[in-house]
Structure formats: C-alpha cells, structure tokens
C-alpha cells in the first residue's frame, strides 16, 4: 500500500529525545537521497534534514543543528532521525521523503508532540 512510512512519534518533555523511523519499499533503496519534513499547525512544511543515498553527505535545518542526527541503514532500507534537546518549538507532523530517478515519495507523517 504505501512505498513510505514512518514512525515513533509520540508526546515527550522539553529536553528529552525521540528517534523517527522510515521505511521506504519503493525499489533500490541506496539509490535514494533521503530527507525528514517537518509541518506544524497553520505553517507550511519546512525541511529538517537530509541524507545522500550513500550516507555520506548529510544536511540540517539551522534550528535542528547539533540537536538531530539523520542516518540510514541501506540493509533495512530504513533512514532514522534521533532528535535531542527536544524544544517545543518541535512540535510538528514529521514526514519522511524519498528521493527517486523519477518520483519524490512521502510518508503519511508521524506526530511529535513535545510539552514545556
């Protein structure tokens, strides 16, 4: 049914940590640049981080530098976002984004919810 799914959002308090899950099913995996989204209420959806397809070249949002880690394991087909320092200034839908030759993939969206 969907190519793109994430997980492991959830309500937490200011400081603590969440890691996001995504597991992508929409072909060669490794060959996909990989990125999170983020979109809060009344807001439009705004990048957070990104991943190449080998791993080795990641980027972040200013206001998630130094507090989140992308990685992925192209094994599991999977791309992780581990989230620290967590503000409430976070809170917002998360969506997983793969980048293909042809198509852009995304996840429904998982909600993180962090309270002051």
């Known amino acids: 049914q969907r190519h793109v799914v994430e997980s492991g959002g959830g309500l937490v308090q200011a400081g603590g940590s969440l890691r996001l899950s995504c597991v992508a099913s929409t072909g060669t995996f490794s060959s996909y640049t990989m990125g999170w989204f983020r979109q809060a209420p009344g807001k439009e959806r705004e990048f957070v981080a990104g991943?190449?397809?080998?791993?080795?070249?990641?980027s972040y949002a200013e206001a998630v530098e130094g507090r989140f880690t992308i990685s992925r394991v192209n094994a599991a087909n999977t791309v992780y976002l581990q989230m620290n320092s967590l503000k409430p200034e976070d809170t917002a839908v998360y969506y997983c984004?793969?980048?293909?030759?042809?198509?852009?993939?995304w996840g429904q969206g998982t909600q993180v919810t962090v309270s002051s």
């Open positions: 984004n793969a980048q293909t030759m042809n198509v852009d993939y």
């Open positions: 991943i190449s397809g080998n791993g080795y070249s990641t």
